[in-house]
């Protein structure tokens, strides 16, 4: 028997902690409840709006549709032999809770993204990544209901077709489908220790590490990761609102010349990734407060509410960084974040 409440408050909702009211509001924690919530009246006139963990959505005002909270739960074994495990998670589940689980069973592939706020659900939408690993690189398939029909669908990892921040579910598929669970297979043994990333290298050294393992770096992930990411029960935020941009080499080559220090990383299609937060640390943003919000001290790129800020004041924040950034470096930063308006 599902609840539809009006009038919530989505306050706790959110990891920006923004005040916003969501005219209906229901809780869904079964495929079956989903299918009841699609036959009400409501689900058939109002806007929708699935919301996980609320870690990647501003709400830039109140948000006058029927919001759908994802809490279904469940770890199950789909296969298994000596080499590897598949597991299907159900949306709800909370992805750090899941990194913590594999880790503690030695089962390797997901220890790079510990700490990650938000739901598996939500994992494939932008294909999260952090310290070299993205999700992609473990899932088999996503399944999916149809918002319209009820029609549950499986598609392969190909069919998501995932890139840098970017899924299917961004693009083509955007509000089509509600994801219910994902499917990833990891590592029993002979697991792929991911150190690329320069910090977690000396982050292992400094804790004496010589041989690392699955457990280990996951550990110096969740360390590196609470020294500089501003935890949102304390401070409200988004992780980065923007993502890193791609430039054609010439352009980089160009700023190179003004900017000596300007750093870069490998992209595709000849061009190379610039820190978006090293573009808006230049900008003389970093550590700026207006008010209630302001940009974070230690990580440009996370844009912070510092309790009673209004989504609005946050998304006039952006727009006057993008603005001061394509001014400056004639490149034009995107809002990583989902910016929900109405
Ligand atoms: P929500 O914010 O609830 O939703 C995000 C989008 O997905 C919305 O459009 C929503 O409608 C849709 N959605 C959610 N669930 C479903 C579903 N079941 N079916 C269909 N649509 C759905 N991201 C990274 O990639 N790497 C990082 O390192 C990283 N670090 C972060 C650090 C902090 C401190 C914070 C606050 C965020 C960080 N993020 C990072 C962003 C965020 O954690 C991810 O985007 C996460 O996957 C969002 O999950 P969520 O459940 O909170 O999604
Ligand atoms: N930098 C600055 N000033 C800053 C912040 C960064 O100059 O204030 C420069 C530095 O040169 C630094 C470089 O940017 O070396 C990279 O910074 P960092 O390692 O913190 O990573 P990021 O590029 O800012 C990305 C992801 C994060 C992810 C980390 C680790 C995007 C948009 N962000 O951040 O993901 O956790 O790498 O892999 O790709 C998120 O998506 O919400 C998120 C937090």
Redesign the pocket.
Known sequence: MITIEEDKNLKAF??FGIAATARYFCCISSVEQLVELQQQDIYQTERH?????????LFCSDFNGLVVY?NLKGISTVRENDETITLAVA?GEV?HHLVLHCVKNNWGGIEN?SL????T???P??????YGVEVKDVIDSVT?IDLVSGEQHVFNNEQCKFGY?ESV?KHEWK?K????SVTLTLTKKNHRINTQYGAIGDTLQQMNVLVPTIQSVSEAVMQI?SSK????SVIG????FFKNPSIAIAHYNTLQKNYPTIPNYPSVNQEVKVPAGWLIEQCGWKGKRFGEVGVHARQAL?LVNYGNGKGEEIFSLASKIIESVKEKFNITLTP?V?IIAQ
């Open positions: 959110n990891t709006l699935i919301l996980g963990g609320g870690s990647n959505v994802c949306a992805w993204l990650i706020p938000g739901t659900g939500a994992a939408i932008q294909n999260i990544g952090a999916c921040r579910f509000e489908y509600f994801i219910s990761r990411l501003p935890d949102p935020n988004a992780g980065s996370v990583e989902n």
